[in-house]
């Protein structure tokens, strides 16, 4: 693929919507097409967190280790963005995400994923709405949860 191609694909992605072209020919230019396989992890829990991964063709699924086992509570498709949090956290990785398909990504390394949301406000603030959102969506699910066990109690 072309550094054009990977820029288009960039500005399919929620978060970079808003971005100048020239500006994701740059960002295109400093992120490398990673390849998964089924069963291999992009990122692990745990580990530390250095680059966030745009998931280009594939699905993945997002794991954590609960006191009963691994649950599965996310599955990511073409478009969606992951590893962020562990970057703007400086902390290690709160879930493993592994390929459910053959995936294709763009990683973007933890400084450049840094300059952008510094250059373009518009991009943090679109990457704060994402963890919003999906505050909202563990909160909800979680609330479910509770109410489902004190159902069954």
């Known amino acids: 693929m072309s550094l054009e191609e990977d ?17 994701l020919k740059l960002l295109a230019l400093a992120s ?30 997002v794991k954590i280790t609960t006191p009963s086992g691994v649950a599965t509570v996310a599955r990511l498709k073409r478009n969606d963005i992951v590893g962020e949090m562990a970057i703007l956290r400086d902390m290690p990785r709160t879930a493993t995400v592994t390929a459910a398909s053959d995936v294709t990504t763009l990683r973007i390394g933890k400084q ?10 518009e991009v943090a603030v679109a990457v704060m709405r994402s963890l919003a959102d999906r505050l909202a ?14 159902a069954g109690a």
Request: proline residues 4%; aromatic residues 8%; contains cysteine.
């Open 7 to 23: 820029a288009t694909l960039l500005s399919k992605v929620d978060l970079f919507a808003n971005v100048a072209p020239r500006r």
């Open 137 to 150: 969506r563990t909160t909800n699910e979680l609330a479910n949860a509770q109410a489902a066990r004190r």
């Open 112 to 121: 450049d994923f840094l300059n952008l949301m510094r250059e373009f406000p």
């Open 32 to 61: 490398s097409r990673v390849l998964f396989t089924p069963g291999e992890n992009l990122c692990v829990e745990g580990d530390e967190g250095n680059e966030a991964f745009i998931l280009i063709t594939g699905e993945a699924e």
